[in-house]
């Protein structure tokens, strides 16, 4: 029974009807995911992962889990929620491949104050798009929906990605030498990181999303900044699987070079990085000089045009650079590993093209 007029969770702000309905609308996206070992469907408690069905014969696991920043603030802003999906998937499974590991599944969590089914399906869309660029099924996931925590059309995303790689090819690896080569895989812009400085440039310039991107005229700011980061693991799966070039891989997300580069390197070693030969895109060089940024702001808050870095042995860098050719990928050779003189893991030689 229940009392006249009494209270409920829908008049409470929650619809519960509302959210699966939506859950209805992304089933195709998500089967479109399916891989060996997922058959990509959602609705139960739990997602299963089938590991001896996707091939691994002694495989350790390798789990990542990320946001998108408040770049999700201009997804929010501009109304133009089919990227950030994307980036969200992005950033877990880049952070997989740079251990050898191969994306198996994704897990994305959707929280706003008050359910729009269409702009979560359009998220959820960008998703399906990223799992399958990177191989991994969309296994399952949760949608919250919390009035008065979010306000107006806010919403956040966090992403959990799982892969695997066999034990013996596990990276970084343990024989980095002075000597390895550095090779640097171009990003598609500022990626997920740094935007809480980019929106205060933004701002401080007065300018509209919808007006045209100062560095990219074609585009607006809006549809330019958010352009998705970019997800290298088919490229380097591939590269890893020609030759056994790859010593260490290092994903270039929040801190730059100088806080991500010494993740993969033993105490002894340093990375000498070419600036020069680093092709900065246009909107770092306008976000430099907009914000009055200095040169060591850039390279610890943004990718600067680099959001993957190689280290391949030295006499086989020219086949990983053969390989991640074939692959798609555009390499650039940035320098080299040698014996650390000094405080920092990361030296830097010449300046960036700002």
Same mark, same amino acid.
């Given at each position: 029974m229940t009392k006249k007029d009494g209270l409920t969770y829908a008049g409470a702000g929650v619809d519960i009807d509302a959210g699966n309905a939506m859950v209805e609308s992304i089933r195709p996206l998500v089967r479109a995911t399916r891989r060996p070992g997922a058959d990509a469907e959602i609705g139960?408690?739990?997602?299963?992962?089938?590991?001896?069905?996707?091939?691994?014969?002694?495989?350790?696991?390798v789990a990542a889990n990320d946001g998108?920043?408040?770049?999700? &603030?201009?997804?929010?802003e501009t109304g133009v929620h089919d990227t950030i999906g994307v980036d969200l998937v992005a950033m877990c499974v880049n952070d997989l491949v740079v251990q050898g590991a191969e994306p198996l599944f994704f897990l994305d969590y959707?929280?706003?104050?008050?359910?729009?089914?269409?702009?979560?399906?359009?998220v959820v869309r960008g998703i399906a798009k990223g799992c399958v660029e990177a191989g991994a099924a969309l296994i399952g996931g949760?949608?919250?929906?919390?009035?008065?925590?979010?306000?107006?059309?806010?919403?956040?995303?966090?992403g959990f990605a799982v892969g695997a790689v066999e034990r013996d090819r596990?990276?970084?690896?343990?024989d980095l030498e002075a000597g390895d080569r550095i090779l640097g895989l171009p990003s598609s812009g500022v990626h997920s990181n740094g935007f809480s400085l980019v929106r205060k440039i933004v701002a401080n310039a007065a300018l509209d999303w919808r007006a045209p991107a100062p560095f990219d005229p074609s585009m607006t700011l809006g549809e330019a900044l958010l352009t998705p980061t970019r997800i290298y693991v088919k490229q380097i799966l591939f590269a890893l699987r020609q030759n056994d070039g790859i010593k260490a891989l290092a994903h270039i997300?929040?801190?730059?070079?100088?806080?991500?580069?010494?993740?993969?390197?033993?105490?002894?070693?340093?990375?000498v990085i070419d600036l020069p030969a680093i092709p900065v895109p246009p909107v770092f060089r306008w976000l430099a000089a907009s914000g009055g940024a200095s040169e060591a702001e850039m390279l610890r808050t943004f990718n600067c045009g680099v959001?993957?870095?190689?280290?391949?042995?030295r006499s086989k860098a020219a086949d990983v650079v053969r390989a991640l050719t074939e692959a798609g990928e555009a390499p650039i050779e940035l320098g080299e590993i040698a014996a650390r003189a000094g405080d920092s893991q990361v030296v830097? &030689?010449?300046?960036?093209?700002l």
């Open positions: 139960g408690f739990g997602g299963l992962f089938d590991l001896k069905a996707a091939g691994f014969r002694d495989p350790i696991l998108v920043g408040t770049k999700v &603030r201009i997804a929010i959707y929280a706003a104050g008050k359910l729009d089914p269409k702009a979560a399906a359009e949760e949608t919250a929906e919390m009035p008065g925590h979010y306000q107006g059309a806010d919403y956040d995303l966090a596990l990276l970084p690896r343990r997300t929040g801190g730059g070079f100088p806080d991500n580069l010494p993740r993969v390197l033993p105490t002894d070693l340093a990375c959001g993957m870095v190689v280290i391949a042995a830097y &030689r010449g300046a960036l093209g």
